[in-house]
């Protein structure tokens, strides 16, 4: 069998600058693999650790869920010998990545071709919020600016309601990933040709991405979609539905389901009806189909019309809370959830990286650090001697948890 998948990565080192969650979720994707992970930290920490309530001993649960396989040195980079400090990590590193607004990287050194002189086949990823070109490159953003300027929210919540954002950070959590995923494709060419590479990414990218079948669908038709709540415009019945105790989703993806989910119910009336007889039909009838569904659904305790349909091969979820889903035995099977306990935080549990190779998941090997807690063993590394560590202590120019 081959090597564990965490062991890729364990010769890369990344410098990560990044702060909030789209950055930190990337390095933290690397760190799960093996890389060698040093997060520099503003003074104060990264603002993330302030996201709170709630937190998880001192810090925030937000900053947890993206910070763990790392190390974290503190540093003012405002200042000439913080910038000289990130320079001598810069050079050990193989990949740096970074999320300032356009124009700070410039100003303090660390943009693409300043860090490329330091090391030529460096691989440098920015992350912003708009790109690094057009009207708004230089603005600031975060997440649910994101959502709202791309349309995401336009096509969330309920018809006649006010905007909504996803449940979760979904544009930052995805933007994390592209970087990820480009950062590993760098690394290979590197491998191939000794050569770097100058990557970016934005939040925007993302949430346009998230809505491209919505967007395509636009420029098909001209017609501009809007928020259904649970439903999706292309498929029907393709939604929840209230049960006597609670919600299900129901996902009829193809005519042969939808067939299934009726004789289930014992409707099959509505199988035969040429209303209802193929996905265009029970779109273009939607109004006339999902109240009868409604009314056949909403008897049925949740668990029991969830063990109807598994019987009928209908695919058909209960809508469960995060209680729920922290106790549910499917998320156990999976190993999604990760005990890691601490002195600080003997309960500390975490979400474990999304995918198996060998039929085993990366597992974390440290847990999120505190702001500057390897503040010293890293200058050590990068070759300060204990007077010079203990000078840069003592003016600021970094900080020592």
Known sequence: MSAPLIQSLEDVVVCDLTQNLAGPFCSQILGDLGARIIKVEPPGGDP???????FWGKESTLFLSANRNKRSIV????????????????????????????????????????????????????????????PMKSL???????QAFSGVMSVTGHAGGPPARAGGSVVDYGTGMWAAIAILGAL??????????????????????????????????GQVPGPMGSGLGAIVPYQAFATSDGDVM???????????LCRALELDELADDERFATNPQRVAHRTELIPLLEEAIRPYATSDFVEL?????????????????????????????????????PD??????????????????????????????????????PSEIDRLIATRIVESA
């Open 309 to 345: 349909m598994q019987a009928n091969s209908v695919p058909c979820s209960p809508i469960q809370d995060v209680a729920q889903v922290a106790v549910d035995p499917q998320v156990a099977a999976a190993e999604l959830l990760v005990s890691a306990p601490t002195p600080e935080v």
């Open 188 to 221: 290979r060419t590197r491998d191939r040709t000794g050569e770097g590479a100058k990557l970016d990414t934005a939040l925007l990218d993302t949430a346009v991405l998230w809505i491209s079948y919505h967007l395509m669908g636009y420029l098909s038709t």
């Open 250 to 260: 129901i996902a009829a993806g193809n005519d042969g389901i939808y067939g299934r």
């Open 48 to 54: 993330a650790r302030a996201w709170g309530p709630p």
């Open 140 to 146: 600031p953003g975060y997440d649910p600016l994101m």
């Open 75 to 134: 540093i003012d980079l405002k200042a000439e010998e913080g910038r000289e400090v990130l320079g001598r990590i810069a050079r050990g590193s193989d990949v740096f990545i970074q999320s300032a607004r356009i124009g700070v990287p410039e100003r303090l050194g660390y943009d693409y071709e300043s860090i490329r002189a330091l090391r030529d086949d460096m691989i440098h990823m920015s992350i912003s919020a708009y790109g690094d070109r057009g």
């Open 348 to 385: 500390y549990t975490d979400v474990a990286l999304p995918l198996r190779v060998n039929g085993e998941r990366p597992r974390g090997e440290s847990t999120p650090p505190a702001a500057g807690r390897h503040t010293v063993e890293i200058l050590e590394e990068i070759g300060y001697s």
